[in-house]
């Protein structure tokens, strides 16, 4: 895995990865993909509600992505428990960054914010 970063006991490690086979780069969209995963390295359960990117591209042009959960579900995460996906993101440059929060909500009820750790997206062999 990519860079990590543990928030209120949550740890969020991040692993990204070009996708030539999704890019078309003639027609400057490059597509990466990155996996994610989410461990409850704390001692209570913790309910993954909202998810917030912010996307930067190489021309430094910020996009943000708010929205409930993440492809689809909201993982509860007992202690000790993980869970993982994969997702992607278009840019229209070779090479970008991401980082975001995720929203959670523990076992007696209490919200947080959890740090999603910055990350490159990078095609192989591009300038940055």
């Known amino acids: 895995m990519g860079p990590s970063e543990i928030t ?10 070009f996708s030539p086979e999704h890019s078309d780069r003639q027609n400057q969209q490059w597509f990466f993909l990155y996996t994610v995963r989410i461990s409850n390295e704390g001692g209570r359960a913790a309910q ?4 917030h990117w912010i996307i930067t ?15 689809g579900q909201q993982p509860l995460l007992k202690p000790g428990e ?3 996906y994969t997702s992607g993101c278009p ?10 929060t995720y929203r959670m909500v523990d076992s007696v009820g209490d919200h ?6 910055a990350f490159s ?5 591009s300038m940055q």
């Open 121 to 125: 997206l990078r095609e192989p062999n």
């Open 48 to 51: 993954l509600l909202e998810r």
């Open 57 to 71: 591209n190489a021309y430094g042009q910020v996009e943000e992505v708010r929205g409930p959960g993440v492809v």
């Open 82 to 84: 993980s869970f993982e």
């Open 8 to 17: 209120n006991g949550i740890r969020v490690q991040v692993r990204p990865r």
């Open 91 to 100: 840019l229209e440059t070779p090479f970008g960054t991401m980082e975001g």
């Open 112 to 117: 947080f914010d959890v740090v999603i750790p």
